[in-house]
């Protein structure tokens, strides 16, 4: 995605891959170097063979980042420094706390004195998190008693020297997404989208989230101030918990292009992977408006084993105005893995949510 | 274009391309045969290791892609066939007169007496063109009297074979274009829009034409009709000229996608290059329809020689929402070369086109 919008503007790209990739992106140019992320060498070399790198993912080390910058010369955003204050959910938290951005209760948590403290403290069920990661709902556990918190805090690896967080768990009415592109230039934050998830994955995105305008903007409002708090430059996602009470709590952040803004490509005036590109690239960035009042985004989940991957019964999707069908081309279905997607465009938020779900409900994949 | 089209449904590309060829599309997918269209061999083996085949010229000999199709087992679209209806612009014309298509007036022309009896039953002004291999007004000819009109015969090679056609020159109010996609799933009709030209080459699209939708309709049902005659599967462009007394005449046609309709890319639901693969691929085409009830595109011409080709002053045009850059790649820019264009959406078309205007103007590529 962020590809073709580099493309779009003449900019060739090249990508670096771990050698047992099989990314859709490395059919997407002729510049792929296969190494892994234990090879400075190797890493230093790319970054020297282009003109500005970017990430796809957070799970580099950012010491590893920081060496690979300084030592080609080609800056790389988000920046390690921003990685350093994100690449561990406590340091992160710590990160936007301090800006004043309310999260979710944590806390560190060691050993079984720990997971009974945390439980009274904030009541069961809750959640354990390894610190470093986790995505999706990997390396996430929901707890209910002590018996299968210890469970889990092994599982995790908490016996084993990984630092675990526990989170309380929050009574949220929805839960909600922002994206913001960050460069010198400035500033652009995306509406305020609901997601909807089922065990722990996003099924659907809906834009503008159906709630108050007031904390639409406030939600904005913390998501500009939680990038600006960690100095990033590019696209940041947030997921926020709404509470009962109408509070706002930010839950997650990721410093790339984010499933939650995935129906950006159509809804918006420039999608998130167009604002991606400029911001790391020092252009002006664009528009965030919605091109539609309604826009609902249906993730095509995975149905069945097998290799390569096929879509079924997706015609309906494409003799329909404003939807737009994304099959994303990995080459392995698996059973709930996000294997594309499908976002259209309407009026009015549930009639278009209404119809997507219906034009998404045969797809096999 | 096309390729980023392909890339969204998961679909891979490979690119057969001339051994002296550096074109942008080779910097998006590692899959590249550099070869010659007179290497039947390399095609057939390019061939055989694609689902399907589509081409971006038509330029190539009809009786070379059916052996190349015929050879390799590979569909090709558009089809040999088609293409033996229109790669010479007299037969093309007769396929096209004889379904019932109004053309401008033309005749073959072979020595001196053919010049003059043209001019005197047309009248001065007319065009002289080779029968294959122009485009944007290379191998075009605008002659004045006998004087040029033979030296331009000789240039376009009339004096050594070469199959030259008269055309009339049509006292056009407006230049119009159409866009159609057929595939056995049916046939999708893009608006009727309107190409400004200046010296043979395209500078502006605006779409709808600001003419009597009676027109517009005129227009679209000769650009179905045109593609019905040749039996086209994929995209094709038509070209017309609305006369003075509102009759429409078709000028040229490409079968691919075109110039005339990089708008659609924002302009509408579903772009050209969109209907192109799922033409070709043969999935339900795509709705046409337009996005925002005015659009104008700018083609962002070359300035100036330099290479690589870069380009300057288009800060402000990534700042207005509804605008939308493209800069092609491209590694040499060339006064008057088609760098890049700009599309710019809107509510109104006189004022689309002025904003338009407003922002390209002081592009240096």
């Known amino acids: 995605m962020s590809s073709c919008e580099a493309f779009d503007l003449g900019i060739q790209i090249a990508v670096f891959a771990t050698a047992k990739d099989t990314e859709p992106v490395e059919f997407m140019t002729p510049h792929v170097t296969r190494s892994s992320f234990d090879n400075l060498e190797d890493m230093v070399a790319f970054a020297?063979?282009?003109?500005?790198?970017?990430?796809?993912?957070?799970?580099?080390?950012?010491?590893?980042?920081?060496?690979?910058?300084?030592?080609?010369?080609?800056?790389?955003?988000?920046?390690?420094?921003?990685?350093?204050?994100?690449?561990?959910?406590?340091?992160?938290?710590?990160?936007?706390?301090?800006?004043?951005?309310?999260?979710?209760?944590?806390?560190?948590?060691?050993?079984?004195?720990?997971?009974a403290a945390f439980g009274e403290k904030h009541g069961w069920p809750y959640l354990l998190k390894s610190s470093k990661g986790g995505y999706d709902g990997y390396g996430n556990e929901t707890v209910t008693d002590m018996d299968n918190a210890f469970k889990a805090f092994e599982s995790l690896g908490g016996t084993q020297?990984?630092?675990?967080?526990?989170?309380?768990?929050?009574?949220?009415?929805?839960?909600?997404?922002?994206?913001?592109?960050?460069?010198?230039?400035?500033?652009?934050?995306?509406?305020?989208?609901?997601?909807?998830?089922?065990?722990?994955?996003?099924?659907?995105?809906?834009?503008?989230?159906?709630?108050?305008?007031?904390?639409?903007?406030?939600?904005?409002?913390?998501?500009?101030?939680?990038?600006?708090?960690?100095?990033?430059k590019g696209i940041y996602a947030y997921e926020f918990f709404l509470t009962e009470d109408n509070e706002i709590l930010l839950n997650e952040s990721a410093p790339r292009p984010h499933n939650s803004g995935h129906y950006t490509i159509e809804g918006c005036a420039t999608s998130q992977f167009g604002n991606h590109v400029r911001a790391v690239l020092d252009l002006p960035l664009g528009s965030t408006e919605l091109r539609k009042p309604a826009v609902a985004l249906i993730n095509l989940l995975g149905t069945k084993h097998r290799r390569p991957a096929q879509i079924d019964h997706y015609e309906e999707i494409m003799k329909t105005p404003d939807a737009h069908l994304h099959f994303y081309g990995k080459l392995q279905s698996k059973i709930g893995r996000k294997m594309g997607h499908m976002t259209l465009l309407g009026e009015d938020l549930d009639e278009t949510y209404e119809l997507a779900q219906k034009l998404t409900k045969n797809i096999e994949i």
């Open 161 to 232: 020297g990984r630092e675990i967080l526990a989170e309380a768990f929050v009574n949220f009415r929805k839960e909600l997404a922002v994206q913001v592109a960050r460069n010198d230039h400035g500033t652009m934050v995306y509406p305020c989208c609901e997601t909807i998830q089922e065990n722990h994955i996003c099924v659907a995105v809906l834009s503008p989230a159906a709630i108050d305008p007031k904390l639409q903007k406030k939600a904005q409002e913390l998501a500009i101030a939680a990038t600006e708090a960690i100095d990033g």
């Open 48 to 115: 020297k063979s282009c003109d500005v790198v970017t990430l796809e993912n957070e799970f580099i080390d950012s010491d590893l980042l920081m060496k690979m910058r300084d030592q080609s010369g080609t800056p790389l955003y988000p920046s390690p420094e921003t990685f350093k204050l994100i690449e561990n959910k406590k340091i992160e938290k710590g990160s936007f706390e301090n800006a004043g951005i309310p999260v979710t209760p944590y806390a560190v948590v060691v050993n079984k004195e720990d997971l």
